[in-house]
C-alpha cells in the first residue's frame, strides 16, 4: 500500500541535506551563482561531495527527496540534469538535454537522435536563463546514436520524476516566503495575511504545492516496485512534470499577487524562486505535449491495459465510454 510519508532512513538524509544547503547554499550563495561565468556554485558542489550525494544508493524515494531539498535552496549545480544520466546510462559528466540545450558546465550531452539518443560535446554559444545559469546549444547534428528508444524513454521518466521534485521543493519554498510576508506586512492596522483575498489565494497555493509533494511520493513509489527496475513508466513520468509545470506557475503568480511589488524587486527572495520556476517549466518540453501523449496511452487499449497503478487500478485504466468509442487517429 502506498504511504504518503518518505521512510525513516529517506528523512534522515533529506533533514541532512536541508541543515546541509541552509549554511552554505544561502539566498547569498545563489546571488553569488547568478554572477559566475556558468552560473554555478564550485563551493556548494563540493560541500554536497563531501556530503556524499553522489554516491548515494540509486532509490528512487531517496532521489526524489534529494531533489526536493535542491528545489527548495535553489542550489546552482546541476545534480537532476546529471544523475539520471549516471544511472541509467553509466556516463558521467554528461546532462540530460533531449528537449532542450544542456546546462553549461559538463562535458557532454545526451540528446535525441533519430531512432534513440547519443552523446554531444557540451559546446557551443552560451545563452543566460531567467534561473541565472547559462544553457549551451550545442550541436546536435554530430551526436552519434549509442542507445535506443526504449533507453530514452526511462531516461526521460526519470528525470521527469526528479525535476518535478525539484518543482515540488521550490514552490514549497516559495509558499513558506508568501505566507511569512503576509503575516509581517501591515494594512490598515492588520497583517494582510487576516484578509480572506489574500488568504485563499496562499491556501490555493499550498495546496497546490503539496498535491505535487504527493503526486512526486506516488511516482518514486512505483518505481521502487518489483519489475520497475527504480524507474517510473512514462505516463507517470509525463503526469507528474505536466502537474510540476502548471503547480509552479500557479504558486509563482499566486505568492506574486499577494506580495504585489515587494515580490518582483531584486531584493526580494521570490523572484529568484519564480524566475527559476519559469526557466525549469520550459527545459523537459511544454506541458500541451506530455497530455497529448498521455491521452495518446488512455485511449490505446493496448498502452492503457499495461499501465500498473493508476488511481485505484492495479492495472489498466477504465475509461468512459464515449472515450473508449472516440473515431480519432492517436
Given at each position: 500500500?502506498f504511504d504518503e510519508r518518505?521512510?525513516?532512513?529517506?528523512?534522515e538524509v533529506s533533514s541532512?541535506l536541508?541543515?546541509?544547503l541552509?549554511g552554505t547554499?544561502d539566498e547569498?550563495?545563489?546571488?553569488?551563482?547568478?554572477?559566475?561565468?556558468?552560473?554555478?556554485?564550485?563551493e556548494?558542489e563540493?560541500?554536497?561531495?563531501?556530503?556524499g550525494?553522489?554516491?548515494?544508493?540509486a532509490?528512487?524515494?531517496?532521489?526524489?527527496?534529494?531533489?526536493?531539498?535542491l528545489?527548495?535552496?535553489?542550489a546552482?549545480?546541476?545534480?537532476v540534469?546529471l544523475?539520471?544520466v549516471?544511472?541509467?546510462?553509466?556516463?558521467?559528466d554528461?546532462?540530460y538535454a533531449?528537449?532542450s540545450?544542456?546546462?553549461?558546465?559538463?562535458?557532454s550531452a545526451v540528446?535525441?537522435?533519430?531512432?534513440?539518443?547519443?552523446l554531444?560535446?557540451?559546446q557551443?554559444?552560451?545563452?543566460?536563463?531567467?534561473?541565472?545559469?547559462?544553457?549551451?546549444?550545442v550541436?546536435?547534428g554530430?551526436?552519434?546514436?549509442?542507445?535506443g528508444e526504449e533507453?530514452?524513454q526511462?531516461?526521460r521518466?526519470?528525470?521527469?520524476?526528479?525535476a518535478?521534485?525539484r518543482?515540488?521543493?521550490?514552490a514549497?519554498?516559495l509558499?513558506?516566503?508568501?505566507v511569512?510576508?503576509a503575516?509581517e506586512?501591515q494594512a490598515f492596522?492588520?497583517?494582510?495575511?487576516s484578509?480572506?483575498?489574500?488568504a485563499?489565494?496562499l491556501?490555493d497555493?499550498a495546496?497546490a504545492?503539496?498535491g505535487?509533494?504527493?503526486?512526486v511520493?506516488?511516482?518514486?513509489?512505483?518505481a521502487?516496485?518489483?519489475?520497475?527496475?527504480?524507474v517510473?513508466?512514462p505516463?507517470?513520468g509525463l503526469?507528474?512534470?505536466?502537474h510540476?509545470?502548471?503547480?509552479?506557475?500557479?504558486?509563482?503568480?499566486?505568492?506574486?499577487?499577494?506580495?504585489?511589488?515587494?515580490?518582483?524587486t531584486l531584493?526580494?527572495?521570490?523572484?529568484l524562486?519564480s524566475?527559476r520556476?519559469?526557466?525549469w517549466a520550459?527545459r523537459?518540453?511544454r506541458?500541451?505535449?506530455?497530455?497529448?501523449e498521455i491521452a495518446?496511452?488512455?485511449?490505446t487499449?493496448q498502452r492503457?491495459?499495461?499501465?500498473?497503478g493508476?488511481w485505484?487500478?492495479?492495472?489498466?485504466?477504465?475509461v468512459?465510454?464515449w472515450?473508449r468509442?472516440?473515431?480519432?487517429t492517436?
Open positions: 500500500m518518505w521512510s525513516d532512513e529517506t528523512r541532512a536541508r541543515s546541509l541552509e547554499c547569498s550563495a545563489v546571488r553569488a551563482a547568478e554572477s559566475s561565468a556558468d552560473g554555478r556554485s564550485r556548494v563540493q560541500h554536497l561531495r563531501e556530503f550525494l553522489h554516491d548515494l544508493p532509490e528512487p524515494e531517496l532521489l526524489a527527496a534529494v531533489s526536493v531539498e528545489g527548495r535552496s535553489l546552482p549545480v546541476p545534480w540534469e544523475t539520471a549516471r544511472i541509467l546510462l553509466d556516463v558521467e554528461a546532462v533531449l528537449e540545450d544542456p546546462p553549461a558546465g559538463p562535458g540528446v535525441a537522435t533519430a531512432s534513440g539518443i547519443g554531444v560535446a557540451n557551443g554559444e552560451r545563452e543566460r536563463t531567467a534561473a541565472g545559469d547559462f544553457l549551451v546549444r550541436d546536435r554530430l551526436a552519434e546514436q549509442r542507445w533507453d530514452a526511462k531516461l521518466a526519470l528525470t521527469h520524476m526528479l518535478a521534485a518543482v515540488s521543493g521550490a514549497s519554498k509558499v513558506e516566503i508568501g511569512t510576508y503575516k506586512r492596522g492588520r497583517s494582510i495575511g484578509y480572506q483575498a489574500v485563499h489565494k491556501a497555493a495546496t504545492a503539496e505535487l509533494e504527493l503526486i511520493k506516488k511516482t518514486a513509489w512505483l521502487a516496485r518489483d519489475g520497475a527496475n527504480g517510473p513508466q505516463i507517470f503526469m507528474t512534470w505536466s510540476a509545470v502548471e503547480v509552479g506557475r500557479l504558486v509563482a503568480r499566486n505568492v506574486h499577487q499577494c506580495m504585489a511589488g515587494f515580490g518582483a531584493e526580494s527572495p521570490a523572484q524562486y524566475r520556476l519559469r526557466s520550459l523537459l518540453g506541458p500541451g505535449d506530455a497530455h497529448r495518446r496511452v488512455l485511449l487499449p492503457r491495459d499495461a499501465v500498473e493508476l485505484h487500478e492495479e492495472r489498466g485504466v477504465t468512459p465510454r472515450a468509442e472516440l473515431d480519432v492517436v
